[in-house]
């Protein structure tokens, strides 16, 4: 198991920037796949941005996201982080991390994933 916290979040205008990170307890967190999801208010839960464990480094990132957000990883820190540029009010939303053994095939998909923080708000203004 692990456990895991986000942090980052709070409110800030239209084009404005934030960086959230996930911090994990647990020695095997250098392995694993781990994923931003958001929620935004009313809707279903959609992936943001993944990247995989030690073997390689691959991002994986949401249409959406595409050139505004960067998704990083510090091992030694046992920390994610998710860069966010060009903020705008459709990215309002509640942002989780999660964790799975791998990323491809299953990185959008909330199911798969089965250690979760409890999430931090975004909200941007207009």
């Known amino acids: 198991q692990v456990q895991l916290v986000e942090s980052g979040g709070g409110s800030v205008q239209a084009g404005g920037s934030l960086r959230l990170s996930c911090t994990a307890s647990?020695?095997?967190?250098?392995?694993?796949?781990v994923a931003w999801f958001r929620q935004p208010p009313g809707k279903e839960r959609e992936g943001v941005a993944a990247?995989?464990?030690?073997?390689?480094?691959?991002?994986y990132y949401a249409d959406s996201v595409k050139g505004r957000f960067t998704i990083s990883r510090d091992n030694a820190k046992n920390t994610v982080y998710l860069q966010m540029n060009s903020l705008q009010p459709e990215d309002t939303a509640m942002y989780y991390c999660?964790?799975?053994?791998?990323?491809?095939?299953?990185?959008?998909?909330?199911?798969?994933?089965?250690?979760w923080g409890k999430g931090t708000q975004v909200t941007v203004s207009s």
């Open positions: 990247i995989r464990g030690t073997v390689g480094v691959v991002l």
């Open positions: 999660a964790t799975r053994t791998t990323c491809a095939g299953y990185w959008k998909d909330p199911s798969r994933f089965g250690d």
């Open positions: 647990g020695s095997a967190f250098s392995s694993l796949c």
